[in-house]
């Protein structure tokens, strides 16, 4: 068997151009769907993730404004700012680039955004919502996945799909999301993470098989039965002395032995990530949509 390769950039660039006439529609009415992103810090990952997503706003024509703050930071301060933001009318959606420094309080910092302005719904009333299935901004990595698994025509009804890892932004909403009374979902879910025995039983019995650890090339080719479809969310930096940068991306997933098997498969770079990205526009659009309404 040899795997259907899911194309990541050439979906995104599908979603993307869907939202077109909805920001052509809302440009018409005067709005310009704007997204406020706060950097803290100075992880290299997340500086390149935070220039990403401005640039991908600004081929769209959407307005997007960084605010940088130095990694002394105090908890006060980054609050401080969220109320400016969410007062902010320029700004219909805020993202605040995760990981924060350890001694930043990231779930009292996401609380802290205004829920209609939520790019990222990481916000608990959002989770909440999705949760018991109604209407919200859905997490960017998991809405993107479920768009890989709609445009790749993956069927989920019935499957049985197997996470691994449970992080906020992932594995819990990509979990709950594919067990909901709709399309992609209707799906039998099961959730592993350090504490699971077993592990490889499970992922065997997987028709889906996520994989969101942060553990480079950690699910190998005897993982997987005949026929899985692979989701590797995983972004791992490992050392590449070869390399002009010096180090190389691998994903959570071995790709050469466990493409062979499987039935489709995200690759790293290419799948997952430019996803996150398409939906962080998605959503901003959509709560642009939402302000107009109230
Ligand atoms: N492509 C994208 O857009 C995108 C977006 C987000 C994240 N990512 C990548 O996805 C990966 C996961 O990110 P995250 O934020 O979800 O990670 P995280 O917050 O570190 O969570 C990792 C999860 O994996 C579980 N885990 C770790 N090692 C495991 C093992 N050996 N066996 C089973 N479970 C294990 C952990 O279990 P415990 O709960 O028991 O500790 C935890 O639940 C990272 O590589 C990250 O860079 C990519």
Redesign the pocket.
């Given at each position: 068997m040899s795997a259907k390769i899911i194309d990541g950039q050439a979906i995104a660039e599908h979603v993307k151009q869907e939202l077109r006439e909805r920001i052509s529609i809302l440009q018409q009415k005067g709005i310009v769907p704007g997204l406020a992103a706060v950097l803290i810090g100075d992880d290299p990952?997340s500086q390149v993730?935070v220039a990403m997503k401005a640039k991908a706003f600004a081929a769209l024509g959407l307005f997007s404004e960084t605010f940088r703050l130095p990694v002394t930071v105090d908890l006060a301060e980054v609050l401080a700012l969220i109320d400016q933001l969410n007062s902010d009318n320029r700004f219909h959606g805020i993202l605040v680039q995760?990981?924060l420094p350890e001694h930043l309080d990231s779930d009292r910092i996401i609380a802290q955004i205004d829920p209609q302005k939520d790019a990222d719904g990481l916000h608990p009333m959002n989770m909440g919502r999705m949760l018991l299935g109604m209407e919200a901004p859905l997490p960017?990595?998991p809405h993107?996945i479920l768009m890989l698994l709609k445009y790749s025509e993956i069927e989920t009804v019935g499957k049985h799909v197997v996470v691994?890892?449970?992080?906020?932004?992932?594995?819990k909403p990509i979990a709950n999301l594919l067990f909901q009374k709709c399309n992609p979902g209707n799906a039998t879910v099961t959730i592993?993470?350090?504490?699971?025995t077993n592990?490889q039983y499970l992922t065997r019995q997987a028709d889906i098989l996520i994989?969101?650890?942060?553990?480079?090339e950690?699910v190998r080719g005897d993982f997987i039965k005949d026929g899985t479809v692979v989701i590797d969310?995983?972004?791992?930096r490992v050392t590449a002395p070869e390399t002009a940068r010096g180090y190389r991306l691998v994903?959570?997933v071995k790709f050469d032995e466990v493409a062979p098997k499987a039935a489709a498969i995200t690759p790293?770079?290419g799948?997952?990530?430019?996803?996150?990205?398409a939906m962080l526009i998605y959503n901003t659009v959509f709560l642009a949509e939402k302000a107009l309404q109230t």
């Amino acid at each position: 068997m040899s795997a259907k390769i899911i194309d990541g950039q050439a979906i995104a660039e599908h979603v993307k151009q869907e939202l077109r006439e909805r920001i052509s529609i809302l440009q018409q009415k005067g709005i310009v769907p704007g997204l406020a992103a706060v950097l803290i810090g100075d992880d290299p990952a997340s500086q390149v993730y935070v220039a990403m997503k401005a640039k991908a706003f600004a081929a769209l024509g959407l307005f997007s404004e960084t605010f940088r703050l130095p990694v002394t930071v105090d908890l006060a301060e980054v609050l401080a700012l969220i109320d400016q933001l969410n007062s902010d009318n320029r700004f219909h959606g805020i993202l605040v680039q995760l990981p924060l420094p350890e001694h930043l309080d990231s779930d009292r910092i996401i609380a802290q955004i205004d829920p209609q302005k939520d790019a990222d719904g990481l916000h608990p009333m959002n989770m909440g919502r999705m949760l018991l299935g109604m209407e919200a901004p859905l997490p960017c990595t998991p809405h993107g996945i479920l768009m890989l698994l709609k445009y790749s025509e993956i069927e989920t009804v019935g499957k049985h799909v197997v996470v691994l890892g449970r992080s906020n932004i992932v594995g819990k909403p990509i979990a709950n999301l594919l067990f909901q009374k709709c399309n992609p979902g209707n799906a039998t879910v099961t959730i592993c993470h350090t504490r699971t025995t077993n592990l490889q039983y499970l992922t065997r019995q997987a028709d889906i098989l996520i994989a969101a650890i942060g553990r480079p090339e950690f699910v190998r080719g005897d993982f997987i039965k005949d026929g899985t479809v692979v989701i590797d969310v995983g972004v791992n930096r490992v050392t590449a002395p070869e390399t002009a940068r010096g180090y190389r991306l691998v994903g959570d997933v071995k790709f050469d032995e466990v493409a062979p098997k499987a039935a489709a498969i995200t690759p790293v770079p290419g799948g997952v990530g430019p996803m996150t990205i398409a939906m962080l526009i998605y959503n901003t659009v959509f709560l642009a949509e939402k302000a107009l309404q109230t």
